[in-house]
């Protein structure tokens, strides 16, 4: 069967709103290490990992027998009716780290879902359906997580059951903030969240929930030190604060394990999930005690934290501490970070090259100003495929080349990747330029 058949078939049978990458997507049918083989025998450094949920590789022999040990059980699902050995150990390692005191975790299968059980928790708490949000985020794809992204694109449904009002985040590329000189971003931010809850709530707001850096949105990170400052206000009202580490958990960013620790502040709940799984389905939030026990009935998850999946996230977290992967993402991502800004910042339709550790992009424009150019991004994109390089795109415009690769990426492979990422970009350029 040819990948033109199985594509007719997924196009038979699924809807069009799960796109699909590439002008001729691909079947990945292997992995090993950084690598990926697709259906034709075309192997890639994958700077993607799934969307960053592949966060030390694949076919990993710690993970594997891990996960073959509790196989060999017979036991793949029990329910949360029953005591999980496997749920219980990750979740006293999960407590250990998220740095927040008294905690509690509980168990879900995706990060929609851990945002969803996050702010059944934060209104219940706080009795209040009023949430603040964030321009340009991405927290989900159910009815409650749709009304709280602030980007279009991601939020099919204008149906919402919280009252939402919306901040700046602080970025310095774009928005009315962006006028603004840095040393004054923060302060204004801070003001914003001040003249929000003066005019768009009646005060007793449940919570505010926040990416340290904005995944989908690009990761656009505001400045550091923007969850203090949002922080101070927040607790003149009792208001709680939630931070969305899908993408940022785990010592991605590098210079910290979990993003918040960025911003000098603890959130009152941490919400986890992508990379602690490997691929399995595996996610959670994370909060102090107090709150966590606010839920007035009995609620669990059928399959989350199941004896499987945390198998695999104990020996995913075992791997990653044992590895020391923060300091790896700190290191390797330099190479990228630091090579991309010598080679290609400069160019015509280079806005940006941002990140911290290994959560990078590129954001491309329109010569001569910040309009947008998804045209160029796409010519990007397509070239890293065609010169063996995955990677992502996102931003709210679609302008932005998105690379997450697995924490356990090599130097050597980070300059493998460098290489054809500078090219894709140069020649992409260069051939708008003549177009």
């Known amino acids: 069967m040819t990948a033109d058949d199985l594509l007719a078939r997924h196009r038979a049978v699924l809807p069009s709103w799960m796109p699909l990458y590439y002008t001729e997507p691909i079947e990945l049918v292997a992995g090993s290490g950084r690598r990926v083989t697709d259906a034709q025998g075309r192997s890639y450094l994958d700077f993607f990992g799934g969307v960053l949920t592949n966060m030390i590789g694949y076919d990993i022999p710690e993970i594997r027998e891990a996960v073959e040990r509790q196989l060999r059980t017979g036991l793949v699902h029990t329910s949360t009716l029953y ?7 990750l979740a006293e390692k999960v407590t250990s ?33 009023q ?4 321009r340009n985020s991405y927290h989900g794809r159910s009815y409650a997580t749709m009304g709280i992204t602030g980007h279009r694109s991601w939020t099919a449904s204008a149906h919402n059951p919280l009252q939402v009002a919306w901040l700046h985040s602080g970025e310095r590329l774009r928005g009315l903030l962006a006028r603004l000189p840095e040393a ?10 001040r003249e929000v809850l003066a005019t768009q709530t009646s005060g007793d707001v449940a919570c505010l929930i926040a990416e340290p850096i904005q995944g989908v949105g690009g990761f656009v990170a505001p400045p550091d030190g923007l969850f203090a400052g949002w922080r101070k206000v927040l607790d ?4 709680l604060l939630i931070s969305d580490e899908v993408q940022t958990g785990w010592g991605r960013t590098g210079e910290h394990f979990w993003g918040y620790q960025a911003h000098g502040v603890t959130p009152d709940l941490l919400t986890f999930a992508k990379g602690i799984g490997n691929g399995f389905a595996l996610a959670g939030v994370v909060g102090r ?16 934290g199941n004896p499987l999946c945390t198998a695999a996230g104990n020996a995913v977290l075992d791997y990653l501490r044992d590895h020391d992967l923060q300091a790896n993402a700190a290191r390797v991502g330099a190479i990228l970070l630091d090579g991309l800004r010598a080679t290609v910042a400069d160019l015509d339709g280079v806005a940006e090259v941002r990140g911290k550790g290994l959560m990078l992009a590129v954001e491309f424009v329109r010569p001569g100003g910040l309009e947008p150019d998804p045209v160029l991004t796409a010519r990007v994109f397509e070239a890293c495929r065609a010169g063996g390089l995955l990677v992502g795109k996102g931003g709210l415009h679609h302008n932005v080349l998105r690379m997450g690769p697995p924490l356990t990426l090599t130097e050597d492979e980070a300059r493998e990747g460098l290489a054809v990422l500078v090219e894709a970009i140069r020649s992409a350029v260069a051939g708008e330029a003549v177009r």
């Open 83 to 89: 005591l999980i050995r496997q749920q219980v150990e």
């Open 289 to 304: 005690a107090e709150i966590m026990e606010s839920v007035p009935a009995i609620s669990f998850s059928t399959f989350g």
């Open 184 to 193: 004054d971003r923060m302060d204004a931010a801070v003001e914003d969240l």
């Open 131 to 134: 949430i603040l949000a964030v």
């Open 97 to 129: 780290l998220a740095g927040i005191p008294d905690a509690r975790v509980f168990f879900t299968n995706s990060g929609t879902e851990a945002n969803e059980a996050a702010l059944l928790v934060a209104t219940n708490h706080r009795r209040s359906h």
């Open 236 to 239: 003149e009202y009792g208001i």
